[in-house]
């Protein structure tokens, strides 16, 4: 959701809850394939990469809504995640080591209170709590977005202590990177695949 804010602010876009809303949306499905537009074009191990063009295309209409752009800065934070992981060994790794990804889980649970302590700008629970459209799509459910939303609102309410406990698989310097990665690709497809954004 931060990436898809930094990315929001870097295009000017005036309805900030809605592209926050649509950065969260993929995940409104446990299964995520059709959220995520699964596809066979490029393997990395096991996994298939998400191939963020194919949403592009089918929503190309629409692809300027605020909601849009915000669920298409996550499908491409999603792929450069998933390149890391695979690059990495992480993925591999995940496979071959039944507690690592418990460990793994609790560290993105410590992130998200270590980044909302760091980043979240005045507003932003706010914004997202205010946000409502949902457009009609083929992958998502509108009730399971909003049961999302709720969760996602949740993690604002985090523990004080994880705040300070450190992460054991990634370290924060290594996800604030990534981070960084991911919001200027996503700048970069947006302004070169979609031309002049009109919100």
Excluded at 60 to 72: A, Q, S, V
Excluded at 158 to 163: I, L
Aim: charged share 30%; net charge negative; with cysteine.
């Amino acid at each position: 959701m931060l990436i898809s804010d930094f990315v929001g602010k870097e295009l000017s876009i005036k309805h900030r809850g809605d592209m926050l809303l649509g950065a969260i949306a993929p995940d409104a499905k446990s299964e995520k394939g059709d959220t995520h537009f699964l596809g066979d074009q490029f393997k990395y191990g096991l996994n298939r990469r998400w191939e963020y063009g194919r949403f592009i295309t089918k929503y190309k209409e629409r692809i300027t809504e605020p909601f849009m752009l915000g669920y298409l800065t996550h499908l491409i934070a999603d792929e450069v995640w998933a390149m890391k992981s695979y690059f990495s060994g992480l993925e591999e790794r995940l496979n071959n080591e039944p507690t690592l990804y418990d460990r793994y889980h609790h560290d993105f649970r410590l992130c998200n209170a270590k980044l909302i302590e760091m980043f979240t700008s005045e507003g932003l629970y706010e914004a997202l709590n205010a946000a409502v459209y949902i457009p009609v799509m083929d992958e998502l459910d509108e009730k399971n977005v909003f049961v999302l939303k709720k969760q996602a609102l949740e993690d604002f309410n985090y523990p004080v202590k994880h705040v300070q406990q450190e992460l054991s698989v990634f370290s924060l310097d290594e996800i604030l990177a990534y981070m960084e990665r991911s919001a200027y690709r996503a700048l970069d497809v947006c302004r070169s695949q979609l031309g002049t954004i009109h919100t």
